[in-house]
């Protein structure tokens, strides 16, 4: 894949100082031909390799060329499948040599292949519509030399500052495709958000099948519905109905459950028109939120409504955006960005998340900040998986070219503010409480 890039890159060099230009590393390696090989490659590679492309093809045009993420959203759906004595093989080592017997019905032609897995419709001779996702064989043993990898990529790309210390950021990143690889975790991750969201009419999630369910294979009922991301030809009502419960549900997991599904791959959604109903699927990025980070974002969100510049710069430090020691002109690059993200969260009337000047304006800062070669202040971990689902959300509501009031779905969901002199006097009265018994 490298040499067949390389050989592109070459080639549109070329094709560019032959027309007089002096190319640059980014018109020599975007290209859709680049991109097409990468994905072919990909769809092979699977695990972490094929989640970068994922994650690339996210983008709806306003930082990739439009031809770029046509060719990488194939990623989402159209993973190569294993061949049937592979997927056998697996099953056999899950279930033992007679799991057919289980089965009314098996298709061996995945439903949906990824990154991690595919996933077959099944039915059980008791009569459970099933959806079951295998894990291709090797993932497991494949993600710490995958990760490895993509980081030497971008280190030889140029694309990360010479003085930024990748280390932590690549051990949670294994990490977390560790913990994506564990189909019980996964198990136990579905359960809870079934739990949560129980008594919810307009979202609705798959039953864990434990029975069925091992570290390599997760068995849940078959839920109905179409990709989410077609839903952009609807009427706008319903496309504006679909992103704000996406974006009500994003606010839920930070507020309320302490607990956020952070891949924001599309595929993990899907719509049933029929019930008006959004199913979720995929539960192995799921993390935990901490009641601090749910605060200090809180914190934010409210300084960001009151315009109160002092106050939004203090709880950008808190949460991470920035370090109190960071360069002034560094933070204020920060602050400008945040400054245009609130445009959009502040306003009672809807926002139409198909705005390109607002995509522009996003991207330019951010392209100024990544510009700042000596600016290399990683926010902290959480805060960045928190960053994906956010992103991920504004990526799909401008897919469907919604349009949302943001500020009153925030203000239903935002806790109350914490009253910093009556929790210290409690804590002062604690101290003075004589020891209980």
Known sequence: MAGGVAGGMMASGARHLASGRRPSMGDMLLTPANALRVTRQLSHLRGAAMKLGQLMSLDGGGILPPELTKILGALRE?????????????????????????????????????????????????GRDLAIKVQYPGVRRSIDSDVSNVAALVRMSGLAPAGLDLGPLLDEAKRQ?????????????????????????DIVTPILQEDLTTPDVLAMTYVEGGPVEMLA???????????????????????????????????????????????????????????????????????????????????????GLFAPQSAPHHQDLVMAMFEVAMGPLSQD?????????????????????????????VPPIDMLFLQRKVGGMFLLASRLGARVAIRPLIERRLPPPIDRAALAAGRMIERRLPPAG
């Open 233 to 319: 030809d609807a009427p706008q009502a319903e496309r504006d109905r679909i992103a704000a419960l996406l974006i009500d549900l994003a606010l839920r997991e930070t507020f309320e459950f302490g607990l956020m599904q952070t891949d924001p791959n599309f595929a993990n959604y899907r719509y049933d028109r029929a019930r008006g109903t959004l199913a979720l699927l995929d539960f192995g990025a799921t993390r935990e939120i901490s009641p601090e980070l749910a605060r200090a974002g809180a914190g934010l969100l409210r300084a960001g409504f009151a315009k109160d510049e002092a106050a939004s710069r203090a709880a950008a430090i808190e949460i």
């Open 78 to 126: 159209g993973a190569r499948p294993m061949p049937p004595a592979q997927l056998d093989a697996t099953l056999i080592a899950a279930w033992g040599k007679d799991w057919r017997r289980r089965f009314e019905r098996f298709a061996v032609t995945p439903i949906a292949a990824a990154s991690i897995g595919q996933v077959h419709r099944a039915r059980t001779r008791d």
């Open 177 to 201: 495709l560790h913990e994506e690889a564990d189909y019980l975790r996964e198990g136990r991750c579905l359960r809870r958000f079934a739990d949560l969201l129980a008594d919810d009419p």
């Open 349 to 377: 009337t809807p926002f139409d998340f198909a705005d390109p000047a607002f995509v522009a304006r996003m991207r330019d800062g951010g392209i100024e900040i990544a510009a700042a070669r000596e600016f290399t202040h």
